[in-house]
T-cell receptor
């Protein structure tokens, strides 16, 4: 089973709201990723967790706050977002990371976020 | 440094005709290369992966790709297009020093399949 699940599928929020996106995998993968994808563009990496520790933060604004409570679960907490943050947010996982790791990333279906 | 160039932003074919989506890469190391497909409002699905084994890689749904080191290319082909192949396709390179399995995406190729 190579399934990554994401909830919710769609989210509409105001600029003062606080919301969270959730991602789950049960493949025993130790690396999890958050990507942001704008329309007609490739995904852009936001965060990487390796063994439940934040390994990469691609200079993402602090209004996005990731959390990895355990090896199967990844959250993205959203607060005071801007309309330009509206996008498809994709979660992915891979077996591991590390030096010269070149492993397949398995993507979830995404959460379509609209910020009003 | 790693980078990927997808040479066509749009490709249009008729159903039943061959598909060719072109990808060139740049990598400081022996790369891993991937092709992913994204249908509208969906996540990315892995089509196939090259990791320095056989240079001709077979994937799902009849797709295959050939790794050509001399040309730094990894073009995706399919002998006969189906309507369900209409989607966005991304070529990806990963691997390299200290990059934590970072993926470098091409800009994507939108495949249109005409009846």
């Amino acid at each position: 089973d190579t399934e990554v699940t994401q909830t919710p599928k769609h989210l509409v929020m105001g600029m003062t709201n606080k919301k969270s996106l959730k991602c789950e995998q049960h493949m025993g993968h130790r690396a999890m990723y958050w990507y942001k994808q704008k329309a007609k563009k490739p995904p852009e990496l936001m965060f990487v967790y390796s063994y439940e520790k934040l390994s990469i933060n691609e200079s993402v604004p602090s209004r996005f706050s990731p959390e990895c409570p355990n090896s199967s679960l990844l959250n993205l907490h959203l607060h005071a977002l801007q309309p330009e943050d509206s996008a498809l947010y994709l979660c992915a996982s891979s077996q591991g990371t590390g030096w010269e790791a070149r492993e397949t990333q398995y993507f979830g279906p995404g959460t379509r976020l609209l910020v009003l | 440094a790693q980078s990927v160039t997808q040479l066509d932003s749009h490709v249009s074919v008729s159903e039943g005709t061959p598909v060719l989506l072109r990808c060139n890469y740049s990598s400081s190391y022996s790369p891993s290369l991937f092709w992913y497909v994204q249908h509208p409002n969906k996540g990315l699905q892995l089509l196939l992966k090259y990791t320095s084994a056989a240079t001709l890689v077979k994937g799902i749904n009849g797709f295959e790709a050939e790794f050509k080191k001399s040309e730094t290319s990894f073009h995706l082909t399919k002998p006969s297009a189906h309507m369900s192949d209409a989607a966005e396709y991304f070529c990806v390179v990963s691997g390299g020093e200290y990059n934590f399995n970072k993926f470098y995406f091409g800009s994507g190729t939108k495949l249109n399949v005409k009846p």
